[in-house]
């Protein structure tokens, strides 16, 4: 069996593995660099691509899906095996999807066990079994937060198991990143009538929600079309913690009747639609960006000019995190992804 790390390890975006035997190819995600000249696709050659049977899908974010429509249009004509959310969610159409349920109630040659990993509504760390040898992949993954449920990774057996580690060396506990945004989001609040959240379609927007909803339960809250959609079909799912009630008290976003908080679903505030609404807000508010910010974007530039600030809202793991899901398991070898601060050898033969 041949690994092969197309993408991921070194780095944060890109999240692609290729596996080959000699019967079948597979990739655990298939992902984009955001931002890089030539499209930031996964190293992966046209033979390797026209060979893979099967691509599994942890989740939708870009990072792990966006080169689906590039490894298509180079002669993938493989399976995409991803949960039905997850498949949903992906913002452009695929061939020959299948469920999770649908994979496993199938005839396959590579046996794949999966659980919830608590990072957005759909997303998963899968198991497999293939040529005699066991992989782990923990997909983007959290051992602690608010909304999401999580199927912690414990006692695990594997050969290689690829494991979240976006936040590399940063040793900040879960507690400690929300006890600071709630402290700094306390005073911005004495400062500005409206805050601003650009969040992701999908996973820590409802996460920030819930945080808030609970320490300010005065504050009205308010979001986007998209937002409120999410709210409400999160809300009926088995990704949701079952003491967790999320609908009821957010309304959709209008200049009119301004609310304390705000949640634009578009992170690095790229459309038209989350421009605007950044636009009015800022006219009295400020804007509090709490993942990743993408250089060249309105964001980026919100940033520089002083209107918004940036403090994290955990949907990672960092090392400290890490360690203790190696101690946890029993993986003969761990590969590090998701962080620019940890590289590996990019083929592992077994
Ligand atoms: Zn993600
Ligand atoms: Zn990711």
Redesign the pocket.
């Known amino acids: 069996m041949r690994m092969k790390i197309a993408g991921g390890c070194g780095e944060h975006g890109r999240n692609c593995f290729y596996i080959e035997t000699s019967k079948y190819a597979f990739l655990v995600d298939c992902g984009l660099m955001a931002g890089e000249a030539g499209g930031g696709y996964p190293h992966l050659t046209e033979a390797e691509i026209k060979r893979l049977d099967y691509v599994f899908l942890t ?1 939708s ?1 870009a ?2 899906t966006g080169a689906l429509p590039w490894i298509t249009a180079n002669g993938f004509d493989g399976s995409i095996v991803a949960s039905e959310e997850t498949l949903n969610q992906l913002p452009f159409p695929v061939n020959n999807a299948m469920t999770l349920e649908q994979y496993q109630a199938g005839n396959h040659p590579i046996s794949m066990e999966y659980g919830r990993s608590g ?2 509504v759909g ?1 998963v760390w899968y198991q497999f079994e293939c040529e005699g040898k066991t992989l782990f992949f923990s997909g ?1 993954y959290v051992e602690k937060n608010y909304v999401h449920e999580i199927d912690l990774i414990r006692e695990k057996q594997a050969d290689i198991a690829v494991v979240d580690c976006a936040y590399g060396n940063d040793k900040t506990s879960f507690d400690s990143y929300c006890t600071e945004l709630v402290k700094y989001v306390r005073k911005a609040k004495t400062e500005y009538r409206t805050l601003l959240f650009p969040v ?1 379609k999908y ?1 820590r927007g409802l996460e920030l929600y819930w945080l808030l909803k609970k320490r300010f339960p005065k504050w009205t809250f308010s979001g986007d079309a998209h937002f409120i959609k999410q709210v409400i079909s999160a809300q009926e799912s088995k990704w949701i913690k079952k003491d967790v009630v999320l609908s009821g008290d957010i309304s959709l976003f209008s200049e009119e009747h301004p609310t304390d908080v705000v949640f634009a679903s578009d992170p690095q505030l790229r459309k038209a639609e989350a421009q605007e609404i950044a636009e009015k807000v800022l006219e009295h508010g400020y804007a509090i960006m709490t993942g990743t910010v993408e250089s060249g974007t309105m964001s980026a530039r919100l940033l520089e000019e002083g209107k918004m600030s940036m403090l994290r809202f955990p ?1 990672h793991l960092n090392y400290p995190q890490f360690r203790n899901v190696a101690m946890n398991n029993s993986f003969k070898q761990i590969i590090i992804y998701h962080s620019p601060e940890f590289d590996c050898e990019k083929e592992i033969i077994k």
Do not use: F, I, L
């Open positions: 989740h974010h990072d792990h990072h957005c997303s983007d992701p996973g949907v």
